[in-house]
């Protein structure tokens, strides 16, 4: 008798769910009064107007449409009010309106609607207004309910078919009507939790504000839940419900089921451990393995040499081109072996190509045990400029795009954020461009839930500023022992044992660095100078005193290298056949004879302390304060409402950006102007507003600078045929002063920056600009943070979900 007690409640609940979903399934299908009241999501834009109007400093004649019954994405003009259901939208203009027509799996994607909506003039305005937030990314947020949208479904017919197996009367029916109801569940609550999560980060859009920086207002559009996302979860709690008289009659059955279960998992994550590679990481200023045990770097560079020239513009013979060596499989199987003959656990690549696939090699390198330290930075353009240093969006944007290109293997140990951009007392100004990138680059590696660390490889010098470096690679600006701006891993490029010579060489280095606070290593090491390389330091680094110093390094190089001091290369390589020379086998036997000290412990190396930064002197002329993170979204911004646009002839604007820019400045210096606003010095850490931008951009700004100032004469936007008058701009002066304020509303603020857009349209690129001014703070909310912006993460989340809902159902039996 009980257990029909059971099935008849069971019944009854399913029914709610069913009648629930349905309501939701009706929401905005058409106008009429029901599916008029249901929505998943609402959008309220009736004050963007007055803030359209306030930003361009232009009266906005024909944004909304006068005809509540016009058709939808037609540019007939905007609604002020659109409701979003599971399968159409509605735009309604004073409580009137109309519907999208009904398609299967409807997408939310707001944006596309509103901007389909507006005149094109206003379109334009708007995608150049809005950068940032996921309210823009109309494919991120389309996708994800279009997915959500199928779940629900699932779910839906699920619920349906429990309550029916569940009425009649029959053993094997009551389990398939569970089965279903649990099916249902499931799926209904990870439909639901998408939905959830999709709107929080659309919310986004409520927080904006353009305007100029005295005088921001609210941007008038904002984004709220929909009734019909709570039907959802009720429906959901009550098909969850309905299990559970079920599940507890047959209480000793799941248990069994939770047994096998807890078993097979076991077996499967044991069997996906086995031989992986150990995750590294730091602990005081060393580093150890999973298992407890101290790592040191035991490493090789391995990179062919680009092209190189003998300029003598070119002292440090930096080459002009690269050639990732993580991207050719067969070559890398080729080398593979002799890497393990030398038993390193680690490589330095100098340069990669994040667009490139990298699967073959990193694959078989993890499977060997060794680990990879990625340098971010490319030749010519793509590092930070040591002679006028500036942490730019172009450069962020390839940093990042690297990371991402990197961050699904196991064996990256390191991301080095530069390599050798300071090279004597008088470029020490360039420090805090290096600081920001590693505290950025840490930033967005937290958001990705990456545990590789932070580097920078200093080339070797005189104390008075190689260790002032090092400390303010890995100080806290704020002086609150915060390693938010802290590189964790500082490289020395030193070549300081050349020949057979004694460990005293080592002396200075190592009381220089006896109280560093993070690991350190050496990045590069191997001097030509007295032939032959016997590598006899090899066994001075890896012991005491240098190993509790020190965590070992890498030699130069695997590949010829070529420079004015002779030969680095160990091996010559024709074709497939690799050549090993007498360097190789001395190293060879030096590694292969280490064995690593075991000391300190794990637990005995502490927390990492992260003290005050340097003062400045004449040798240490970097500022504490820091420049800011970079904002694609600004400068994007900037780029579509500026009065005169860079329109180069050449795809190769690194080559003429410069000289353009010395033109553009002298111009405006000549009229009463200046570059300020572009100009960044890491000595007084002072940051003009557009210094973060990419060059384009701000010889974009320069060039509409000049125009504005000549009161807009034909003749001042050309610059010999580089640049062109932008009809979009806004037609006033004070109209496009107020659009260029608005767009960089926030110029100080630190945030975790985003990956790129990779996918094309001026308005959906980058880095959300809503962080503070300081420290590397966060504003999102736990549910945005939860997903972090990228679609793996949500796929991973709703894998938890259903782990973890199994988890509990299993529990609760
Ligand atoms: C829409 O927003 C405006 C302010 O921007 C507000 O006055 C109005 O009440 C809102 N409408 C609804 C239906 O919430
Ligand atoms: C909507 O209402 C506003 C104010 O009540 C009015 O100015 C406007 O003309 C109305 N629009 C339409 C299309 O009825
Ligand atoms: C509004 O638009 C609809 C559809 O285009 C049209 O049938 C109707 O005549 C229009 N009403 C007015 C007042 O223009
Ligand atoms: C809706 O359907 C009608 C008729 O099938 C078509 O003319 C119209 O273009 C469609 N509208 C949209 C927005 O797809
Ligand atoms: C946008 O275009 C419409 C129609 O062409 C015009 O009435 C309106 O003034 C334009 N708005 C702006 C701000 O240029
Ligand atoms: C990366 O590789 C692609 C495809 O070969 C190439 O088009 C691109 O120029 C490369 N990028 C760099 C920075 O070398
Ligand atoms: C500047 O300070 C550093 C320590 O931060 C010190 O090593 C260096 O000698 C100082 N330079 C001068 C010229 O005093
Ligand atoms: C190997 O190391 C041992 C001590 O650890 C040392 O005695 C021996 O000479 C080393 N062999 C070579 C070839 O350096
Ligand atoms: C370097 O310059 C090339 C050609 O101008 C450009 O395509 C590329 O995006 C630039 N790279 C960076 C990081 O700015
Ligand atoms: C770009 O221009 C510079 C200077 O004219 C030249 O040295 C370089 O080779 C060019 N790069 C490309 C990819 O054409
Ligand atoms: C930065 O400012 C200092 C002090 O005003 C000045 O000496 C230096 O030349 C400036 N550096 C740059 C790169 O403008
Ligand atoms: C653009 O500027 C560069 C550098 O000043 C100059 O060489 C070139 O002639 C200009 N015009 C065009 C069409 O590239």
Known sequence: MRGEVCIGSASVLSLISLILLIFMHVGQINTSTVPRGISMVNINTSGYGQALAVALGDPISGLYATNATAPLAQQQGLRDTYKFGLYSYCGYLNGTGLCSNTTAANRFQPFTALTSDMLTNYTGFTTALITQGTFIDSSYLGNFTNGAYYLIIIGSVATALALFTGLLKHTVLFFLSTTFAVIGALALLIGATIWTVIIKKA?????????????????????????????????????????????????????????????????????????????????????????????????????????????????????????????????????????????????????????????????????????????????????????????????????????????????????????????????????????????????????????????????????NWVLPLAEYLSCDPTGSNSGSSAIDLFGLNNYEWCGDATASVYSGKNGDFAGYNVPAYFSEFGCVKQPPRLWTEVPVIFSPPMSDIWSGGVAFSYFPAESNDGEFGMVTIDGNTVTPNDDFGRLKAQYGNLTFPTTPSQSDAGQTNFPACPPQNSTWLASNTLPPTPNDAACNCLEDILSCQFTPKTTNTSAIVGSLLDLGCSLLGQNGGNCNDISANGTTGTYGRVAFCDPDTKLSFVMSEYYELTNRAATSCDFAGNATVNSAAPASVSGANAAASSCLSNPSATFTPSAPATTGGSGSSGSNGSGSGSGSSNNNNAAVALVGGSPGALVGIAVAFVFGALGSVLTIA
């Open 203 to 463: 919310e986004s859009i409520n927080e904006f504000v353009v305007g100029h920086p005295d005088a921001l207002v609210p941007l008038g559009i904002t984004v709220s839940t929909g009734n019909a996302i709570f039907l959802l979860w009720a429906a959901w709690a009550c098909l969850l419900v309905s299990i559970l008289p079920y599940m507890i009659s047959r209480g000793t059955m799941y248990k069994s089921i939770a047994r096998a279960t807890a078993l097979a998992t076991g077996v499967l994550a044991l069997a996906a451990g086995v031989g992986a590679i150990q995750k590294v990481s730091r602990a005081g200023r060393y580093l150890y393995t999973e298992d407890g045990n101290r790592f040191f770097i035991k490493g090789i560079a391995y990179q062919e040499q680009g092209a190189t020239s003998t300029d003598p513009n070119n002292p440090f013979s930096e080459p002009s081109t690269f050639i990732d060596p993580l991207t050719d499989g067969s070559a890398c199987s080729r080398d593979l072996p002799f890497l393990q003959q030398l038993e390193v656990n680690t490589i330095r690549v100098y340069s990669v190509n994040s667009s490139l696939n990298h699967d073959d090699c990193m694959n078989a390198l993890s499977q060997a045990g060794i680990y990879t330290i990625i340098d971010l930075a490319l030749p010519v353009n793509g590092s930070i400029d040591r002679n006028n240093p500036s942490w730019t969006t172009n450069l962020l944007d390839l940093y990042i795009e690297t990371i991402n290109a990197f961050n699904k293997y196991d064996n990256v140990l390191a991301y080095n954020v530069g390599n050798e951009v300071i090279v004597d007392p008088s470029g020490t100004g360039a420090a805090p461009f290096i600081k920001a990138a590693a505290r950025d680059v840490r930033a967005y590696l937290n958001s990705i839930q990456s545990s590789a660390l932070v580097g920078y490889a200093a080339i070797d010098g005189d104390d």
